[in-house]
């Protein structure tokens, strides 16, 4: 399966559209490989210092007036861990999930000399 990729992050687990990581589960129990199709310019070099937070929502949008006792979140993202990622094409190759760390450093080193 491919699937694209609002964010890239360092440690190789990708950020998608909400109901991404439901269907890689899936595909990955059935032996199917999965790819993602991304441009290298969604690799989140903050993902290297710190933990990206999903965006959400208004809870109204799921259950305008759902029960006190029940907490809802309003995810519009989840995240697929590089584990069921079989491999990353990007305009320039094909790279493993656990390469985006050393393509991380690089980037970095590049643009603010560290």
């Known amino acids: ?3 694209g990729a609002d964010s890239l992050l360092s440690d190789g687990e990708v950020i998608n559209k909400a109901g991404t990581y439901p269907i890689v589960l899936a595909a990955s129990y059935q032996g199917i490989p999965i790819y993602i199709a991304a441009d290298i ?10 933990n990206i937070l999903l965006e959400e929502k208004e809870i109204s949008e799921v259950w305008s007036e759902g029960p006190s006792n029940i907490s809802i979140r309003n995810l519009y993202f989840d995240v697929t861990p590089k584990f069921f990622i079989t491999g990353i094409i990007t305009e320039r190759q094909k790279i493993r999930p656990d390469e985006l760390i050393r393509i991380s450093r690089e980037m ?7």
């Not at 970095?108 to 560290?114: A, D, E, F, Q």
């Open 108 to 114: 970095m080193n590049y643009r603010y000399i560290i």
């Open 1 to 3: 399966m491919l699937f």
């Open 41 to 50: 310019g969604k690799l989140n070099l903050r993902s290297f210092f710190t």
